[in-house]
């Protein structure tokens, strides 16, 4: 009961805005329409479709915001108009009063505004749907960034929060799909990565790992954070100066080499995730720009880093073979990993499965990427995961938006881009780093620490191993005697192959050694 009244709101705004007509064409029945009308007060739908959609997901709010930011991205699922539209809900949320802003930051930081900057712009440079950004500078002639959390954020996310997971509980409940969709876990995850949002300290956090991550790849560029300035409602970090990647006629007109920015992009995505294992999860143009200046020309800038996802060594494994296998189209290994994964019941047969695969993604290869449409994929693996049993896994939605991301901000950037040919070298010299000589000896040196520790304690842990448990009970010295002496013999062949072992790790770390010099 305690829903109500939002599901309420949800639906009177739907009506209000007109995106009943938007979606379904309207209502057929009259009294249907009528009590519309009344229920609405006289709604009016003169203005733009795509301009009461926005309307209505920034009245509904940062949920249905970040819906929208997604959506925006799909150029090949809605028209444009609705697309352009969505597209200010990235970084052109009406922002909260200037003053209050002011208000805040001087709350945060106990002290006033003139004393923590030399200067400070009132008007926001951007405005999105849980935070607002000033420029200031810093007493020290640092130009810097000032992001302040919107107040009142954490009641209304709690609520929309709480409603969803009502939602989730019925449908796992009610639902024949309930188990496989796990839509309980799906939304909690959802939960945490909003409430992580909220907290900006750990934003700051996420963007200095971030930043340490990329900073051999040279091909982007992340804010370094003003760590006496951070707290969980405003963070302070280095002003980055860049034109934003929707700007593309400016970007060519400055020499941009616009292919290759979209080919870096795909190489940062995969470096993050499968190298990494850490990656930006809110990948939308209104927090991505192009540096100008002339040290890192052409570098992408990133922004926002309240989303972040994270891969386990099981997942990015899991994964990098599954694509492997798809760009390979090994589809009899694409289902033997999902069986071997526990993704699919282990009584599946694999040729079925392995049929169904090919059916769906053999159409898609060889073709450039303005021709392919994830969606329509993702739709029809969906369909033939609802046939085979496939269960949902919660910690991989968050890449999966990543990816719809991506390949909206390709197909921008140069729609002839091959996403598959661009990748596969990638992952595939991923995976020899992983799986090949290479990788046994970087596993090998991270290990070395611990090794050095167990090293010396392994006789004393082989002779305690080796200790017979005696029952106090038993009456018989000679059976204590024979256990003792047969102990005493494995123990001495033991301690020769500890030596060996010891000898062993000794040889394999004066090679390391040398291979690290070479």
């Known amino acids: 009961m305690s829903h109500l009244g939002r599901l309420a ?29 009344v229920l609405t007060l006289g709604r009016r739908l003169d203005a733009p479709r795509g301009v009461r959609l926005r309307m209505a997901l920034e009245r509904l709010g940062p949920i249905f915001v970040k819906f929208g930011q997604v959506l925006s991205t799909r150029r090949d699922l809605i028209a444009a108009d609705i697309a352009d539209e969505l597209a200010r809900l990235q970084d052109d949320v009406p922002p909260f009063p200037a003053e209050q802003s002011r208000r805040l930051i001087e709350t945060a930081f106990g002290r006033p505004i003139e004393v923590l900057f030399k200067s400070f712009d009132a008007e926001p440079v951007a405005s999105a749907s849980i935070a607002q950004v000033h420029f200031a500078v810093l007493h020290d002639g640092r130009e810097v960034a000032v992001k302040v959390l919107r107040p009142g954020m954490l009641p209304v996310i709690d609520d929309d929060m709480r409603l969803l997971r009502t939602i989730a509980t019925w449908v796992d409940r009610f639902s024949a799909d309930g188990k496989r969709l796990k839509p309980r876990e799906v939304v909690a995850e959802f939960d945490a990565y909003l409430h992580d949002e909220l907290d900006l300290v750990r934003e700051a956090a996420n963007a200095a790992q971030l930043r340490r991550n990329m900073q051999g790849l040279d091909l982007v560029l992340i804010p370094e954070m003003v760590w006496d300035f951070c707290t969980t409602g405003v963070i302070v970090m280095e002003r980055m100066k860049g034109v934003p990647i929707s700007q593309l006629q400016r970007l060519r007109a400055e020499g941009v080499d ?58 990015k494994d899991y994964l990098a073979q599954n694509f492997i296998a798809f760009f390979r189209r090994d589809y009899k290994r694409v289902a033997e990993l999902h069986v071997e994964s526990g993704w699919v019941p282990a009584n599946t047969r694999i040729d079925s499965l392995e049929g169904a695969i090919r059916a769906v993604c053999e159409p898609h290869f060889d073709r450039p990427l303005k021709d392919i449409s994830l969606g329509v994929v993702l739709l029809r693996l969906f369909q033939t995961s609802r046939r085979f049993n496939v269960e949902i896994q919660p910690q991989l939605v968050l890449l999966q938006k990543t990816l719809l991301n991506v390949e909206g901000l390709g197909r921008e950037l140069d729609p002839d881009l091959d996403l598959w040919a661009t990748a596969k070298p990638f992952l595939e010299r991923w995976m020899n780093e992983q799986v090949g000589w290479r990788g046994f ?44 002496r047969r102990s005493n013999r494995r123990l001495q062949r033991l301690g020769w192959m500890a030596l060996g072992f010891l000898l062993g790790m000794v040889v394999m770390a004066v090679l390391i050694r040398l291979h690290s010099g070479v």
Request: no cysteine; glycine share 6%.
């Open 9 to 37: 709101f949800i639906v009177l705004t739907v009506l209000r805005f007109g995106l009943d007509e938007l979606a379904l064409s309207g209502f057929r029945q009259r009294w249907v329409r009528a009590l519309v009308r």
């Open 258 to 315: 616009i292919k290759k920015l979209a080919r870096d992009g795909v190489t940062i995505f995969f470096t993050q995730v499968f190298r990494d294992g850490f990656f930006h999860a809110d990948m939308h143009p209104g927090n991505i720009q192009v540096s100008l200046a002339p040290a890192t020309f052409g570098r992408y800038i990133a922004l926002d880093f309240g989303i972040i996802g994270t891969l386990t060594e099981v997942d």
């Open 441 to 484: 000896l970087d596993e090998f040196k991270r290990e070395a620490p611990r090794y050095s520790r167990l090293l010396p304690e392994l006789p004393r842990l082989v002779h305690q191993a080796l200790q017979p448990r005696v029952d106090r009970s038993a009456p018989l010295l000679e059976a204590l005697l024979v256990e003792q």
